[in-house]
């Protein structure tokens, strides 16, 4: 069983940053492409931002891109999403996800078999 925790979540105002990282447990990580979610009160949960196994490609909403930047430490099994410039409507409930994949990344979050509990992000204005 794979196990995902991420981590990093917390108060910031706007225009700052943070970096959220996710630790996978379980299996080897570096099997598995990579994706973050988020999910706001009331809204359906968005994709934010993916990338494959060995980090060769990666993929971005148009709501985060030139904000956000995703990578990968497969030596010590984490994920990672630093946030720049962060503004109110980036707060939400940030989640990561895997799926086994040696190819591509994938930007629906019905392609991912396995979740983290999720950390918020709250962005004061």
């Known amino acids: 069983q794979v196990q995902l925790v991420e981590s990093g979540g917390g108060l910031v105002e706007t225009g700052g940053s943070l970096r959220l990282s996710c630790v996978v447990s379980g299996r080897t990580f570096s099997r598995y492409a990579m994706g973050w979610f988020r999910q706001a009160p009331g809204k359906e949960r968005e994709f934010v931002a993916a990338i494959t196994w060995n980090a060769g490609s990666t993929a971005y909403a148009d709501s985060v891109k030139d904000r956000f930047t995703i990578s990968r430490d497969n030596a010590k099994n984490t994920l990672y999403l630093q946030m720049k410039s962060l503004k109110p409507e980036d707060s939400a409930v940030y989640s990561c996800?895997?799926?086994?994949?040696?190819?591509?990344?994938?930007?629906?979050?019905?392609?991912?078999?396995?979740w983290g509990q999720g950390t918020q992000v709250t962005v004061s204005s």
């Open positions: 996800a895997a799926r086994a994949s040696f190819v591509y990344y994938y930007t629906d979050y019905e392609d991912y078999n396995y």
